[in-house]
Each structure stands twice: as C-alpha cells, then as structure tokens.
C-alpha cells in the first residue's frame, strides 16, 4: 500500500518562497510519476508539475513554470515542490500524487494515490 504524506506548507507574503515535500512509502515500482496538484477554496483541483521517478523528465503548469521546481530524492523516497515568488493566487491546498505506470500527466484522474494535502496561504 502505498501513502503519501505532504508537508511545508504555511502562511507566506507575496514574492516570499515556501518548499513543500511529499515523503512516500510503500512500493511503487521506478516507472512512476509523482505530481503536486492544488485546489482553492470553490475550484477544481489543478496540475502544479510532475516528475517522473526515474528519469529527469518534468512537467509543469503554465501558471507556476519558472517560479516553481519539482524535484525528488529517491534515496528517501521523496519529492519537493519549491515555490518561489509567491503570488496569492497561488493559495490552496497542496497535494501530492503518485501515478503507476510510466509517463507524466497534468490529468489528476490518471494518478492512483493521493495525500492529504496542505495549506499554503500567500498574502498580498
């Protein structure tokens, strides 16, 4: 059984940075993709970015491509998603997914395990 737990998120003020990590356990296979996605409060839940487990591949949403970098450590089983330049449309609440199989995708119906997710609230 896979799991997958998110933390670093916070309060920040616009153009501060924030690092968010998400430590998995379980076993995945290497062919997997990790993905970060969020949902503001009255909205559907978006693509951040996405990485593949074992290869440098990344994959990012328009809106947060040159602020934001994906990153994992597999050495300890985990990925980061640091953000910088915040903006207080980026505030929501931040989960991290793992997709079996191969390949990246912004689709989150496509990834197979979830955490819980954590708030990141940017003031103005």
């Known amino acids: 059984q896979v799991q997958l737990a998110e933390s670093g998120g916070g309060l920040a003020q616009a153009g501060d940075s924030l690092t968010l990590s998400c430590a998995v356990s379980?076993?995945?296979?290497?062919?997997?993709?990790m993905g970060w996605f969020r949902q503001a409060p009255g909205k559907n839940r978006e693509f951040v970015a996405a990485v593949r487990w074992s290869a440098p591949n990344t994959l990012y949403a328009s809106s947060v491509k040159g602020r934001f970098t994906i990153s994992r450590d597999n050495d300890k089983n985990s990925v980061h998603l640091q953000m910088n330049n915040l903006k207080p449309e980026d505030t929501a609440v931040y989960y991290c997914a793992l997709r079996l199989g191969s390949g990246m995708t912004m689709n989150a119906l496509e990834y197979h395990y979830w955490g819980q997710g954590t708030q990141v609230t940017v003031s103005s």
């Open positions: 379980g076993s995945f296979g290497v062919s997997a993709a």
